[in-house]
């Protein structure tokens, strides 16, 4: 069983920066991909963006690319998503997920296995 802790979300203005942790615990951590969902209030669950645990290859929403930046640190267990230039529309609750298995970057939350309890990040314009 995998756990997941999410931190790191508050309010914040348009154009500040703001990153968020997940904390992965319950298993050793080799040959996962991790990745950050977000959903804003009203609308389906989107996929941000995602990383290779071990291989550290990353694959990103066209929404973000160029403004966020996934990674992880392999001796903490812990993904980041690093938020600049924050806009109105980042405005969600962001999830953190995982699934066993990183030889392919999925997007759909559906394949994913384990969840975080998701922490709110909201950008005021």
């Known amino acids: 069983q995998v756990q997941l802790v999410e931190s790191g979300g508050g309010l914040v203005q348009a154009g500040d920066s703001l990153r968020l942790s997940c904390a992965a615990s319950?298993?050793?951590?080799?040959?996962?991909?991790m990745a950050w969902f977000r959903q804003a209030p009203g609308k389906e669950r989107e996929f941000v963006a995602c990383?290779?645990?071990?291989?550290?290859?990353?694959y990103y929403a066209d929404s973000v690319k160029g403004r966020f930046t996934i990674s992880r640190d392999n001796a903490k267990n812990t993904v980041y998503l690093q938020m600049n230039s924050l806009e109105p529309e980042d405005t969600a609750v962001y999830y953190c997920?995982?699934?066993?298995?990183?030889?392919?970057?999925?997007?759909?939350?559906?394949?994913?296995?384990?969840w975080g309890q998701g922490t709110q990040v909201t950008v005021s314009s």
């Open positions: 990383i290779k645990w071990t291989r550290g290859g990353t």
């Open positions: 319950g298993r050793p951590f080799g040959n996962h991909l």
């Open positions: 997920a995982a699934r066993f298995g990183e030889n392919t970057y999925y997007t759909g939350a559906s394949m994913y296995e384990y």
